[in-house]
């Protein structure tokens, strides 16, 4: 079965540049998720996706962050403009529709993008 | 507000010796708990999770958890290190019950090394 995928693994780019990373789920999987992991800290959530629809994005910097799943499948998650504070590992992870019974509450992650902003 | 507090940012032992990662949460209401590993420029892996039935684990690994709801407490432990543990390990919390899996707060993480 093939994992989550991401790209790029990673990336540098000057403030004020933008960026987007991309994700694909394991195939199946309803329920996407986008984490920011800064260096010494644990993934923190950004976005939740069920299908193409947004379920949560609270946490989500919304002057500058911005996350798409047109289709229900794969991911976009964009910054623009970067600020240094961004410099983060972007997790993307899935899991199977919650409320089903396949559903056993694990979280399956991608190996990151990691992302150095100059 | 959930939170989850691990003791210890760095965790060192022998092969061999115990291992135990402390984790402690607020939660309230009673939660789901997690442990997730995460080897270097990899993606997190789940380890082992509570789900409110039985309060003591077993995970992958030879790892387990107890959870321990008068102490708040959910820590982990293996038995014999062995080298192959060596990464960061991270515990997390959902106080949905399970309504929504995904919507974890993780601690800081505690990067465990063992010496040969």
């Known amino acids: 079965e093939a994992g989550v995928a991401q790209s790029p693994r990673y990336k540098i780019i000057e403030k004020r540049q933008s960026v987007a990373f991309w994700c694909n789920p394991i195939s199946g999987h309803a329920t996407l998720y986008w984490y920011q992991q800064i260096l010494g800290q644990g993934p923190k959530l950004l976005i939740q996706?069920?299908?193409?629809?947004?379920?949560?994005d609270s946490q989500l910097p919304k002057d500058r962050f911005s996350a798409e799943r047109l289709k229900g499948v794969d991911s976009t998650l964009k910054i623009q403009p970067a600020k240094l504070e961004d410099s983060a590992v972007y997790l993307c992870a899935s899991s199977w529709p919650e409320g089903e019974r396949v559903n056993t509450g694990e979280l399956f992650f991608g190996e990151g993008s990691r992302l150095t902003v100059l | 507000a959930q939170s989850v507090t691990q003791l210890g940012s760095h965790v060192s032992v022998s092969e061999g010796a115990l291992v135990l990662l402390r984790c402690n949460y607020s939660s309230s209401v009673p939660p789901y708990l997690f442990w997730y590993v995460q080897y270097p420029n990899q993606g997190l892996q789940l380890l082992l999770k509570y789900t409110s039935a039985a309060t003591l684990v077993k995970g992958i690994n030879g790892f387990e958890a107890e959870f321990k709801k008068s102490e708040t407490s959910f820590h982990l432990t293996k038995p014999s290190a062995h080298m192959s543990d060596a990464a960061e390990y991270f515990c997390?919390?959902?106080?949905?019950?399970?309504?929504?899996?995904?919507?974890?707060?993780f601690g800081q993480g505690t990067i465990l090394t063992v010496h040969p």
């Open positions: 997390a919390v959902n106080p949905f019950g399970g309504t929504s899996y995904g919507k974890l707060t």
């Open positions: 996706f069920q299908n193409n629809g947004v379920v949560d």
